[in-house]
């Protein structure tokens, strides 16, 4: 539960991410290290090309991360592991839902905004058990993705391994898997 998670969950998400891609079959279009066009031109207050998007460099992809995720999900007050799986969600699937995916977890009300009783929900349940639902939420949403949209089929299976192996170091973390 400390910043020092931080370089940790981004180092983490980082290497699953890549580099450049620009799949017409997403929907994020022109991607760069997880960080979509739109992300940064929201980040940079301007619209952006995807060579910008190909161009973006280490510090802003660093602090776009630390900013629109973990500062979001407030990665520095969760217990260890569970930041982990909470920004790797933000990253997938958007702030909003990764803590409304959280505080379904924690039985808190799912109004995607961490505040005093989502904290004391926290504070109360057993981190092992909030990795694994996330990790099967998240699962879940990903099936009905692509159920509404076919042309994500080809990203299913990639999906369903970020969720699996998100969960186990998440857990390796929090110590409760040795790997």
Known sequence: MTAASY??????????????????NDAGGATNEGITQATLAAYRGCEVT????????????AAIYRANY???????????????SVM?????????????????????APDGAIGPHT????????????????????AAFYRQIVQFRQENAEFLQGWLARATLTKTKSLTMIGTVNV
């Not at 904290?119 to 998240?138: C, D, F, Q, W």
């Open 119 to 138: 904290m004391a929900a926290i504070a109360h349940a057993n981190p092992e058990t909030v990795v694994v639902s996330i990790a099967s939420l998240r």
């Open 7 to 24: 370089p940790a969950a981004l180092a983490w998400i980082l290497a699953r991410e890549g580099g450049f891609v620009n799949n017409p």
């Open 50 to 61: 995807a060579g910008d998007v190909a161009g973006v460099t280490d510090d802003e992809v």
């Open 88 to 108: 790797d969600c933000a990253v997938m699937s958007g702030p909003k839902r990764a803590i409304q995916w959280l505080q379904y977890a924690v039985c808190a």
């Open 70 to 84: 973990w500062d979001a999900i407030h990665g520095d007050d969760l217990p260890t592991g569970v930041d982990l």
